[in-house]
Structures are given as structure tokens and as C-alpha cells.
């Protein structure tokens, strides 16, 4: 079952999108994450999906906005393509190959959930950045509440998937990991989630033998096709990323995991690494992205521009003077 988060006639509403592009409002439902959370899991998302179904249809998505299909409790993002992070590290760090702690857990960090974007958003070159990219990634949605989860738990966890998009100022990252503490104003700006949310039962035929998803993914900027990779290509599942992340904590309905940028030309900065320049440019105002991903659909927005950075004096050196 598909949903999607629409505005139809300055109204929000929330519906189940059938095969041909036709809405099946939700009554009374304005918010898929509110509904997430009151379901309690797939079953129930399921059940509140097949009843709107027993009411007249609404209108055609082509005659909606689409908005984001949730607005996330919280937003971790993986990193779990070892081609990606060979080519990345390669373009922002100047260094080559995986570090071998990246084997040992599926790592993550927590990006912004206050501004998220949907399908067809412009979205804002970041204050301050020149060189913004793309990243192609699959969204999963966890459904239910859970704390310390194996594995095999976590997959009752997962409500659905959606496509994910993690705009990255490649300067600004570049100059804050020095830091030695991680991305904040390089990822700050914008995440695309879209164009619906797609239950999980719906990608049960594509699971492979090791419990991957074996999804054709495809990235094209301004028509050009610039990569293209395998979700299956992914080092961890998505049932061991949701374990991880509730490893000591709570994972809640409405959080979201990204599953990290895939290889062979999910974002430039990886083809950047390899070719050694920035061959295609970075971003610019009027560019078009847009992500496929097989079973999910396809997410398209275009850069537009952003707004000057408000100056900020850099940091005092400080005397080590005590009280």
C-alpha cells in the first residue's frame, strides 16, 4: 500500500494512492507520522489504509501538491555503501579506501528534521555554500516503539520506505569534519522525503536470501543519468540498522533511517574522487534532481537559490585565565 501527505484546495490530507494515480482520503487523517503513531505498526497502518479504500475516491495526484509524506520524530542517517565512502573520502577528506572501524557497526549521524522538503520543493542552495550535491538514499519508517531490538524484532519495527534525498554542502562539511566532530551545517539545509510512503509488505518480493532489498536505484540531474546502483549493495540491512539504532535508546513511530548514499554515482563528490575534479559541477539555482528508486518511486526537485550567510565573528582565542 502506498500514502501520500497532499495539499488539495489550501487542505492537508493524507491518503492511499492507488496504481493509476488515484487518491483514497484518510477521513479525518491530516498527518501520516499522528497516524504512525496511533496505529502502532504495519497492521494497523494496513487496516487504516484498506478502510479508506470503502470511501468515495478524491482527487488525482496530478491535481495535488505533494508534500513530504511525514514529518519525522527524528532523522538518522547511515552510511552504508563501501563505494560511496571510498569515492566521498576521497573528494572531501583527501584520503583514500574505508577506515576499518567503518565495518565494525553500521554508523550514523542525526541530521535536521525541521526541514524537510517534498517532491517538487525548490530547494535553497545552503548560506555561505558553492559547491551543493545530491545524494540518493532509501528512507526506512519505523512504526513502532522499541528499545535494545535484534534483528529479527526490528522487522515488525519497520512500517514502510520512502525516497530520500540528502542535499550536502560539500564545502562546508568539508571545512567542519576537520573539526573532528561530524556534519552539521554541510547536511543543516534540506532533506527530500518522497514521493509516498510505501508500506513494507509492498517490498517483501524484493528481499533477497541475506534479507536485502534488491531495488534498482537511479540518479539523473537535468535528464542526464549519473548513476545508478543496487539497495542490495548495502553492507548492513535495514532490520540490523534498526537494531543499532535502539541499542541503548528508543527508536519511535515516525523516526526515519536513511540508508546512506549507494554507490557508482549517488552524489557527485563520489565521482568527483574518482576523477579527481568536479566533473559534473555542483548544483546550482535552476538544476533538477531527480531519484528513482524501484518499488518507491521517483523524487524530483530543483536548486534554487538561497540566502547570504548572517556574519558571525570567528572564535576568540581566549586567555587561560581562572578564577
Not at 3 to 32: I, Q
Amino acid at each position: 500500500m502506498r500514502f501520500a501527505a497532499y495539499e488539495h484546495r489550501h487542505h492537508h490530507r493524507v491518503a492511499v494512492v492507488e496504481e493509476d494515480g488515484t487518491l483514497f482520503p484518510l477521513p479525518g487523517v491530516t498527518s501520516l507520522t499522528a497516524l504512525i503513531q496511533r496505529t502502532d505498526g504495519l497492521p494497523g497502518l494496513l487496516a487504516a489504509g484498506a478502510a479508506a479504500l470503502d470511501v468515495p475516491p478524491g482527487p488525482h495526484v496530478s491535481q495535488v501538491r505533494l508534500l513530504p509524506p511525514l514529518q519525522p520524530a527524528s532523522v538518522r542517517d547511515f552510511v552504508t555503501f563501501e563505494e560511496h565512502v571510498e569515492g566521498v573520502r576521497r573528494s572531501v577528506e583527501g584520503t583514500g579506501g574505508v577506515p576499518e572501524q567503518w565495518y565494525a557497526a553500521p554508523t550514523f549521524y542525526f541530521t535536521n528534521p525541521h526541514a524537510i522538503y517534498g517532491p517538487g520543493d525548490g530547494i535553497p542552495v545552503p548560506p555561505g555554500s558553492a559547491v551543493l550535491d545530491f545524494e540518493l538514499e532509501v528512507g526506512a519508517v519505523v512504526g513502532r516503539e522499541g528499545r535494545d531490538l535484534t534483528a529479527e524484532q526490528a522487522r515488525d519495527h519497520i512500517v514502510g520506505y520512502t525516497v530520500f534525498n540528502d542535499w550536502s554542502a560539500r564545502d562546508l562539511q568539508g571545512a567542519e569534519m576537520r573539526v573532528g566532530l561530524g556534519p552539521c551545517k554541510g547536511k543543516d539545509t534540506a532533506t527530500t522525503l518522497g514521493p509516498y510512503l510505501v508500506t513494507a509488505d509492498e517490498l517483501e518480493p524484493y528481499r533477497d536470501r541475506e534479507g536485502f532489498l534488491r531495488l534498482a536505484l537511479t540518479a539523473e540531474v537535468n535528464g542526464e543519468k549519473l548513476g545508478e546502483d543496487l539497495l542490495s549493495n548495502m553492507s548492513w540491512t535495514f532490520e540490523e540498522m534498526t537494531a543499532y539504532a535502539s541499542r541503548g535508546t528508543r527508536v519511535v513511530p515516525g523516526d526515519v533511517l536513511g540508508s546512506g548514499t549507494c554507490g557508482n554515482g549517488g552524489c557527485l563528490a563520489e565521482l568527483w574522487g574518482l576523477r579527481g575534479e568536479q566533473t559534473p559541477p555542483p548544483l546550482k539555482p535552476g538544476d533538477t534532481v531527480t531519484l528513482t528508486v524501484e518499488g518507491i518511486g521517483t523524487l524530483t526537485n530543483t536548486v534554487v537559490p538561497g540566502v547570504e550567510p548572517v556574519p558571525l565573528p570567528v572564535g576568540r582565542r581566549r586567555s587561560r585565565e581562572r578564577p
